[in-house]
């Protein structure tokens, strides 16, 4: 060793300083850490203003997941209207890329901010986001009257 | 006596007083030259009379003894391997040990193989990159900025001017944040407990940024084909604001913390040499090719993206020691502060992706998007045969090269300080077994 070891003294005073700095851990079931608006967790149905869905089973999403976690159980009445048996994600095989959220033209589903995602039964995992649903079918815009239209018969 | 003594390897220059001690025991001294003369001479036959394995090391003190077998230790093997298979990179080495100085070592590698290059044929351009942050999990912008490099030379993609910046912004946050989950751990192996916990700090201050920005602390899926999927944050500024404002003193506190520590220095000064020759014949790349003095790194010499815009330093040392390493990527991390406060000063309005189809077809042809990573020169080729999914997906890990320079290192080294120095290559076997 050459000279006197200073090295343990410059740790001693790195330590002794941290001892008045603020803690930054977390105690975690007591306190949470602010999750960024762009954090990516399990799959959610993203509700409209009225608290309705938006989904209208075009299964875009379905063919966006790399590990096909989405599946989707769709039943075609005969005047072509749709009807939602089961909306199935499979949270444990969810790797939260947020392709599917990317790859829905209707702003259906977004990545939801639950982190506590263990279970002891995997069974547990597998939800049905949707059950029983009729699909959300987008109302038609109402047609202006137009005021003239009479006039011109007469 | 005499078996404390065969335990220890003097250096030439204390032969005489070993000689003097020795006179009457068991043992006798031999110097390198005396040595160099054969394994014969040296009393180091196994039973079947040859030279053990990989004996490359000069050794001053032999054993005699009436019968061989008696009195010499047998080589034995070590498996210093992983304690449990799902564990997050494990290694296997089997090391061939003499009391406690390794002779050979050969690396197992593959426990964590997951089929990434095959999976990869099975997928879309646009889902290749959650794939792949997979591989490298610790840098995983940078491997996907090698896939749409790759994937945009293909399909002749141009990548706005502002995604350019963003990816270089993201690339060396990443970085930082990979540096530090190397230095730290560094410093635990050599038995400094501390500095891990002081850098974990500063690690995942750079993690909430990214996980601000992309959405994920590790598995990003950000830098897509065409650009980046999200815009920078105005809370992302201000938290890289906040931390840059302390970010260049706390890396003069992690220095006097360990790299000026007498202890640290010990343990790794002199210890896990690569030379100039070793790390150009094995393919090194990175911060190993830079701490045994050659001065090559990819941002500056070919460099992609938009890093011809900026302005930093290659950072070199010639010792190429494990301590060279450290002191590489500290000095790599402030490089890395000033090019992202030149990408907040300078970053181009715009659009942040190009113009895509939604399933992007790619004719065919093979193209190759190399990147510096943290770890070094990290490469994704693309075999691509007109379809919306790549014919074959190849990636070159640059810790596997890193692996083979190992086995060279080992031998002669201290079963405890090859901990430290397997450690000091920073090997991330998401990539290496793929």
Redesign the interface.
């Given at each position: 060793?050459r000279g006197l070891?200073?090295?343990?003294f410059?740790?001693l005073?790195?330590?002794f300083k941290?001892l008045f700095r603020p803690n930054?851990v977390i105690q975690y079931p007591k306190q949470r850490a602010i999750i960024?608006?762009?954090?990516?967790w399990a799959v959610e149905i993203k509700p409209a203003q009225d608290g309705s869905h938006r989904c209208q089973a075009c299964r875009i999403c379905e063919g966006?997941c790399?590990h096909h976690c989405i599946k989707l159980d769709i039943t075609t009445a005969e005047d072509r209207s749709k009807h939602i048996d089961h909306w199935w994600f499979d949270r444990g095989s969810c790797?939260?890329?947020?392709?599917c959220v990317?790859?829905c033209p209707f702003d259906a589903i977004r990545?939801g901010h639950d982190y506590e995602l263990a279970h002891a039964d995997p069974a547990l995992l597998v939800l049905d986001l949707l059950p029983d649903t009729p699909a959300y079918v987008r109302p038609k815009p109402a047609r202006p009257v137009d005021p003239n239209a009479g006039d011109t018969d007469a | 006596m005499a078996e404390q003594l065969t335990q220890d390897t003097t250096p030439d220059t204390s032969l005489d007083i070993l000689r003097d001690l020795t006179a009457d025991s068991t043992v006798e001294v031999v110097s390198a030259e005396e040595l160099a003369a054969g394994y014969e001479n040296a009393g180091w036959l196994t039973p079947d009379g040859t030279p053990p394995a990989g004996i490359t090391v000069p050794r001053n003190i032999r054993r005699i003894a009436d019968d061989p077998h008696q009195l010499t230790t047998d080589h034995y093997l070590l498996n210093m391997g992983p304690q449990h298979p799902s564990t997050h990179g494990v290694l296997r080495v089997v090391l061939e040990l003499d009391g406690e100085r390794i002779m050979s070592s050969e690396a197992h590698v593959g426990q964590l193989h997951r089929g990434i290059e095959k999976l990869a044929e099975t997928r879309r351009y646009g889902q290749l990159g959650s794939l792949f942050d997979r591989a490298d999990y610790v840098s995983g912008i940078h491997t996907e900025l090698a896939l749409a490099l790759a994937t945009e030379e293909l399909a002749e993609i141009e990548v706005p001017a502002r995604a350019q910046w963003l990816r270089v912004l993201m690339g060396e946050i990443n970085r930082c944040a990979s540096h530090y989950l190397w230095m730290g751990p560094t410093g635990l192996d050599s038995g400094a407990m501390g500095i891990f916990l002081f850098m974990m700090y500063d690690r995942e201050k750079w993690l909430d940024i990214l996980e601000e920005v992309t959405g994920q602390r590790m598995m990003f899926n950000y830098v897509r084909p065409g650009g980046v999927i999200a815009d920078i944050t105005p809370r992302a500024v201000q938290l890289i604001d906040e931390y840059l404002a302390e970010a260049d003193a706390r890396l003069d506190e992690h220095w006097d913390n360990l790299y000026e520590s007498e202890i640290f220095q010990q343990r790794t000064q002199g210890i896990g040499v690569v030379t100039k020759q070793d790390a150009l014949d094995f393919g090194a790349s990175g911060f190993i090719l830079r701490a045994s003095g050659v001065d090559w790194d990819l941002r500056r010499d070919r460099p992609y993206s938009a890093y011809d815009r900026f302005e930093f330093d290659v950072m070199t040392r010639d010792e190429g020691d494990i301590y060279a390493r450290m002191v590489c990527r500290l000095d790599e991390v402030r490089q890395s502060h000033r090019i992202i406060r030149q990408c907040l000063a300078g970053l181009p309005e715009g659009d942040y992706m190009a113009k895509l189809p939604k399933v992007l077809r790619v004719p065919a042809g093979e193209a190759c998007g190399i990147v510096e990573g943290p770890r070094g020169e990290l490469a994704v080729h693309i075999y691509a045969d007109g379809s919306d999914k790549p014919l074959r997906a190849h990636i070159r890990p640059p810790t596997q090269y890193a692996l083979n320079i190992a086995d060279t290192v080992l031998p002669g080294q201290l079963l405890a300080d090859a901990i430290v120095s397997l450690g000091s290559f920073d090997f991330c076997f998401g990539e290496v077994d793929r």
């Open positions: 060793m070891p200073t090295g343990i410059k740790s005073r790195i330590a941290n930054m960024p608006e762009r954090a990516r966006a790399p790797m939260m890329c947020g392709l990317e790859a990545m | -």
